[in-house]
């Protein structure tokens, strides 16, 4: 059982921020999560299929080239015929019009028997049939061989180019076919245009009809692929057939409309696979690190962290761009491994690269090489104290990761010598390397938006330049020195241990910065004159207890990370001012003894009763190992002053009261430290007094 699983009952409260915070998580993988598997095929004619073999998910039928389609479209647009409408009317009414005109004056000079030349004419004219220019304009870019001639019920073919338009019937009435009988000068001098109307009408509707039965019987395929059918294997050379079969895939996937039913069930795989992950991840919460449950920052960074790289994932896949090695995955696991810890970091990592995985052509090399890479930065990147350890776990990354994705080529068959690699994914994974090294930068935006400090942070910290150090230094040079000595010990107990050196260590040297509001009333700040002879021992009680507000609102003032702040909230959890209790008790007993002495024997006084709570620290205890090694530090360095004598007996029979004292009077009872940890804190730190304290030789004058 994990140090950090705390068994204690969850309030109904509690358990509804577990459950939406699961409902949340699943729903955001949901909602982006592209439907079944899109991610777009990258291929090349001539070139080595990259990827897995591909298998066809569903049945498809093989498109003909475009080429070919449009040569058999060609052959079949001979057998389009576009309907026209022929008006019988007309060509009665232009007759009586001509004839009319014959009789009325406008027609005197001109010759009577021209009107049955003419009439011969316009009957052959409009039996033929006569165009508009809009019609014709149906037909600019390409005519039609034939055209259909209808009529009542009754239709015909007739050669378009036999049609008139109102131009050419105008050019026909003039025609000279007999110049000895006619005078065709007279002709010209007859207004004959206005006996010309199109008779013919183009149905739209009709033509498309005919025109859609024509292409129906255009053949765009040219067999099927059935669904489970091996299309294309790795390190294939992709041909003209597979290239055909290729493009048709993804003509179909761009075409193919789910039905309701697929939609139903693809959105329910989606959810149950994003459930799956979710719990998964909660469940190892609630076995090894439950405490990060009650921690809200805690929760949201790794929510964060792990749902932002399936979703940029989805949109890759979404948008087909072929770099899904070009994400810095092992950022995940570098930035979970700093702010909290590695068994986090790689649990977390694994679940947001299955979810990630699920929408790939080729999940297998893509899990296989990012667990490496996240477990590589694991190892790597025990802390980051300085800049050049990103640097140099980045490169360890890489590496790795490049030899890991080319050893699978080699299990799987592909870099034998017979298929070309593709160098595309080893680009993309050494960019992916480089990008890595940017996790730095997002130290500041985690720690600013969550509440994290950084290792970077905390040796910043550490600075003595630093102006609140500085500080302590200038006006309580005693609390500085202590601070120092007890940093020095509580680091020694946490590298010991497995805590953390660098986090315990900044806690120690800010925990006593309340001291400077009222430096002389500590001894280790005082030379001569004690302020505290004549203070009633409760207000001297209050005074040092106070330094504890004081510094949490110092460190408010300069902006102090929250987890130093604990360090100074917790640094002597709920415990007792013995000192002055004892002479406030020792002084109430004297008091008592006297009320009795004057007291008649028939009434003997009530016994007197001092209350704890104006010697008290209001907490809290210590939450965390870090906190709980700070108060064992902090506790024995300041007892270690008072010591007549530094013997190893005095330093050892010291450090086993002091320490001994805090166990039974329960100051680690809300902290995951174990007995062992005790134990072994107690040898650290007095095997380190004995090394401050030992006895020096005296040298000869």
């Known amino acids: 059982m994990s140090r950090y699983n705390h068994k204690h009952q969850l309030s109904t409260r509690a358990i509804l921020y577990r459950i939406l915070f699961s409902l949340i998580a699943t729903a955001i993988l949901v909602v982006f999560m592209p439907y079944g598997n899109n991610s777009a095929l990258h291929f090349q004619k001539g070139e080595p299929w990259e990827d897995e073999a591909f298998i066809a998910q569903d049945s498809f039928p093989i498109l003909k080239p475009a080429e070919q389609v449009e040569r058999e479209r060609d052959s079949l647009r001979q057998f389009y ?28 000079g001109t010759p009577y028997y021209f009107m049955p030349h003419l009439l011969e004419k316009l009957q052959h004219i409009y039996s033929v049939g006569i165009l508009s220019a809009e019609d014709l304009s149906h037909f600019d870019e390409e005519q039609p061989r034939l055209v259909r001639i209808y009529h009542g019920n009754e239709s015909s073919a007739r050669p378009f180019a036999e049609l008139f338009s109102e131009k050419t019937a105008y050019e026909y009435m003039l025609a000279e076919e007999d110049s000895v009988r006619y005078n065709h000068r007279l002709l010209h001098g007859l207004d004959l ?37 091996k299309v294309v294997d790795r390190g294939q050379i992709v041909d003209d057939e597979v290239m055909g079969i290729l493009l048709s895939w993804e003509q179909h996937r761009r075409e193919h409309t789910l039905s309701t039913r697929e939609k139903v069930s693809r959105i329910a795989g989606r959810a149950v696979y994003a459930a799956i992950l979710v719990v998964l991840l909660l469940m190892y919460f609630q076995q090894f690190r439950s405490d990060y449950l009650d921690s809200l920052r805690t929760v949201l960074l790794i929510m964060t962290l792990s749902l932002l790289f399936p979703i940029i994932t989805y949109m890759i896949v979404i948008h087909s761009w072929n770099c899904v090695y070009l994400v810095p995955y092992c950022v995940l696991p570098i930035m979970l491994r700093i702010f909290l810890d590695s068994r986090t970091a790689f649990v977390s990592h694994v679940i947001s690269v299955l979810a990630s995985a699920v929408v790939l052509t080729s999940p297998f090399p893509f899990i296989v090489t990012q667990t490496v890479a996240g477990l590589v930065a694991i190892y790597s990147l025990r802390e980051l104290s300085q800049r050049y350890e990103l640097f140099r776990a980045a490169v360890i990354v890489t590496v790795s990761a490049l030899l890991t994705y080319l050893c699978l080529e080699f299990v799987r068959g592909t870099a034998d010598g017979s298929n070309e690699l593709s160098t595309l994914p080893y680009i993309h994974l050494a960019m992916a390397g ?114 504890v507000a004081d510094g949490l609102r110092l460190a408010d003032k300069y902006k102090l990370p929250m987890v130093v702040k604990d360090f100074i909230a917790t640094h002597h959890g709920k415990s007792l001012t013995k000192y002055f209790y004892a002479k406030a008790k020792e002084q109430e007993g004297a008091r008592g003894k006297e009320q009795e002495g004057t007291t008649s024997s028939g009434n003997p006084s009530a016994p007197c009763s001092l209350s704890l709570a104006p010697f008290t620290y209001p907490g809290p205890k210590p939450q965390t190992l870090e906190q709980a090694i700070l108060m064992m530090a902090d506790a024995v360095e300041a007892a270690s002053r008072g010591l007549p004598e530094y013997t190893e007996e005095s330093i050892n029979a010291m450090v086993e009261k002091i320490i001994g004292a805090q166990v039974s009077e329960g100051c680690f009872s809300e902290c995951a430290i174990t007995f062992r940890e005790i134990a072994e804190a107690k040898e650290v730190l007095q095997a380190r007094l004995r090394t401050v304290y030992h006895t020096r030789i005296q040298y000869p004058d």
Not at 81 to 97: K, S
Not at 205 to 224: A, C, F, N, Y
Not at 531 to 544: C, K, M, V, Y
Request: glycine share 6%; aromatic share 8%; no cysteine.
């Open 193 to 229: 245009m206005k006996f010309v109307s199109p008779n013919l009408t183009y149905d739209a509707g009709k033509s498309q009809q005919q025109k859609q039965e024509v292409d129906s019987r255009l053949v765009r395929t040219k067999g099927v692929v059935l669904q489970g059918q």
């Open 434 to 547: 480089v990008l890595s090294m940017l996790a730095y930068l997002l130290l500041i935006p985690i720690e600013r938006i969550f509440g994290f400090s950084s290792i970077v942070t905390l040796v910043e910290l550490q600075n003595v330049n630093n102006p609140l150090l500085r500080r302590l230094s200038e006006e309580a040079n005693g609390t500085f020195n202590h601070s120092m000595q007890v940093a020095n010990l509580a680091a020694e107990v946490a590298i010991r241990i497995g805590a953390k050196a660098q986090l315990v260590r900044t806690g120690a040297l800010y925990h006593d910065i309340g001291k400077l509001e009222n430096p002389v009333f500590f001894t280790e700040n005082q030379n001569g004159r004690n302020p505290h002879d004549g203070l009633p021992f409760e207000r001297s009680a209050q005074i040092i207890i106070r330094h």
């Open 81 to 108: 015929e576009p309907y026209f409408r022929q008006d019988e009317t007309i060509l009665e009414d232009r007759q009586a019009a001509l004839r009319q005109y014959f009789v009325s004056p406008s027609a005197l």
